[in-house]
């Protein structure tokens, strides 16, 4: 028998998945913004376009699915669990997707665990674009075989267990985002201060020679990366910088110290409230298009 699939949240990672698979028509999703009158339309026209049924509250979402994808930011996982927890099936698989850390996956699954449904931690471990459903997902939990089974059917190819405990798929991510997304903040902070110094491509030029000098393999060049990593960060900045305060929690919960990730969501999270929405082509034009948004943040102060 078809599963019907619960999506809660309809971004970027939700849309992605539904206009990806065969199972739309079998998708109720739900995402908040239909709540905000400035949003509401947009998130309709989202509903249409990915030909999936969007429900007006999550109960009506999550009435009679036996799978549940939560695909929210991380500083609403938690609350999302909680709401679902009043209305999801008895026995429905809970995939909480969510990018937050392992302590906020474990709360979140007492309650799903105490409403009668089953909690299964879902880490995502690159972005949904352009892998869409070749995303690798690691998955943990009691239940995470079966989920892996009911994944598989909705056409995720790259699913892998990592133990049975509730946790450890999301410390694997998190840990892992301490190097990731704070290599994006230290690209950041380190061309702006070139280009203020006039020295960029020098330091640029550096930096690949220095690269060359290790490896045999052809790298990506430095001003490929620093290119990717500003377009990254001034798009999902202030969702990065949410999931960056969940790294933050993981760090402090394991005892071993999170001053470098306190720094990185600093970066991340100024970044994002510049409020770049299109990012300019090439790493010059979006030195440019940063410098000018953060003088136009001052005089505005």
């Known amino acids: 028998m078809e599963q019907e699939v619960g999506l809660i949240g309809f971004g970027e990672a939700g849309a992605t998945f539904a206009l990806a698979g065969e199972w739309r028509e079998r998708a109720h999703a ?6 905000d009158p400035a949003d509401r339309e947009a998130m309709l026209a989202a509903y249409a376009a990915a030909q999936v049924s969007g429900a007006a509250l999550l109960e009506q979402a999550l009435s009679g699915v036996g799978l549940v994808l939560s ?3 991380a500083d609403q996982a938690l609350a999302v669990a909680e ?3 009043s209305c999801l099936p008895a026995g429905a698989l809970y995939c909480d ?7 906020t996956k474990q709360q979140a699954a007492r ?14 471990m690159a972005p949904v674009n352009p892998a869409r459903l070749s995303v690798p997902l690691l998955l943990s939990g009691p239940e995470a075989a079966e989920a892996g089974r009911r994944l598989a059917a909705l056409g995720f190819a790259r699913t892998r267990l990592v133990g049975e405990a509730v946790g450890r798929a999301s410390s ?3 840990i892992r985002s301490v190097m990731v997304k704070g290599m994006e903040a230290l690209t950041a902070e380190c061309v702006l201060a070139a280009e203020a110094a006039g020295v960029r491509e020098e330091v640029l030029a550096s930096l690949d020679a220095s690269e060359k000098a290790q490896s045999s393999e052809k790298a990506q060049s430095w001003e490929d990366r620093a290119d990717y990593n500003l377009d990254r960060m001034l798009v999902h900045g202030l969702r990065r910088a949410a999931e960056m305060e969940e790294v933050v929690r993981t760090l402090e919960g394991f005892g071993t110290g999170a001053a470098m990730s306190r720094g990185t969501v600093a970066r991340q ?3 994002g409230m510049l409020g ?10 979006k030195i440019s298009q940063i410098i000018q948004s953060n003088a136009r943040k001052a005089d505005a102060a």
């Open 172 to 174: 694997i991510k998190m």
């Open 71 to 73: 695909l929210v930011t």
């Open 30 to 35: 739900f995402d908040c913004k239909t709540d």
């Open 83 to 85: 709401k679902a927890a």
């Open 269 to 271: 999270r100024g970044m």
């Open 97 to 103: 997707m969510n990018s937050v850390a392992p302590q």
């Open 111 to 124: 309650l799903i665990e105490a409403a009668g449904g089953h909690y299964v931690d879902v880490a995502v």
């Open 276 to 285: 770049v929405k299109t990012p300019r082509e090439g790493l010059s034009a």
